[in-house]
């Protein structure tokens, strides 16, 4: 279950995003292009510390971009290249926002997912001390079986950003997640598990994520 605030953020996720993505190996528009937030999906976090969010983000191109996000409250001195920068959460104060594939919380969170079929975190505001659902703008769902192992997070590598890709390893386990959402980014190489969306003009499920175990 992931617990949102009605809240304002300065710089705004976009915001972020924009002055980032553009730097990034798997962005090709060029950096004057115009971003839009498209739908976006959440996980949760088993020990409640880290927010976990991808933004699906629209590029004035056509193209479509997987943004997976990390929020937290002090900074991750292992992921510090990962970092997209800082913003001032109106309710919780300055939070740290990490791109996704450095932090080894969102990496378990999708690798589990993937590999026990598991769907997107339900979402919540809380109002006047009651908690009121949000439909989540994209629905995900992992391709493997409810039970199946998943192995913890060792020795994990630092992203390797390549062309529509971003890949990261830890111990057997091997994480894909693609930058860029087109068909011409084929599914990973001996992948076994895979996570798939559908949002807003993407009524086919189309593959976000994939993962390997060895």
């Known amino acids: 279950?992931?617990?949102?605030?009605?809240?304002?953020?300065?710089?705004?996720?976009?915001?972020?995003?924009?002055?980032?993505?553009?730097?990034?190996?798997?962005?090709?528009?060029?950096?004057?292009?115009?971003?839009?937030?498209?739908?976006?999906?959440?996980?949760?976090?088993?020990?409640?510390?880290?927010?976990?969010?991808?933004i699906l983000v629209g590029v004035d191109d056509g193209s479509v971009l997987q943004i997976p996000l990390t929020y937290r409250a002090a900074p991750l001195a292992e992921a510090a290249e990962s970092l997209i920068g800082t913003t001032e959460h109106s309710v919780l104060g300055r939070r740290w926002v990490y791109d996704g594939t450095g932090d080894p919380v969102y990496l378990a969170a999708v690798a589990a997912a993937a590999i026990t079929g598991g769907v997107q975190a339900d979402e919540y505001f809380e109002v006047d001390g009651e908690r009121v659902g949000r439909e989540s703008s994209a629905r995900v769902v992992g391709s493997?079986?409810?039970?199946?192992?998943?192995?913890?997070?060792?020795?994990?590598?630092?992203?390797?950003?390549?062309?529509g890709t971003t890949e990261v390893e830890s111990g057997g386990l091997r994480v894909v997640v693609a930058r860029v959402l087109d068909p011409a980014v084929t599914p990973a190489a001996g992948a076994q598990h895979s996570l798939s969306g559908i949002w807003a003009g993407q009524d086919e499920p189309r593959q976000l994520v994939w993962v390997s175990v060895d």
């Open 1 to 54: 279950m992931a617990l949102l605030h009605r809240a304002e953020l300065r710089p705004s996720k976009l915001e972020l995003i924009a002055a980032w993505a553009p730097t990034q190996p798997w962005f090709a528009a060029g950096t004057t292009a115009a971003l839009t937030n498209l739908a976006s999906f959440r996980f949760d976090d088993p020990a409640g510390e880290v927010g976990i969010e991808t």
């Open 144 to 163: 493997g079986r409810a039970g199946t192992d998943v192995p913890e997070l060792v020795d994990v590598t630092s992203p390797r950003h390549g062309i």
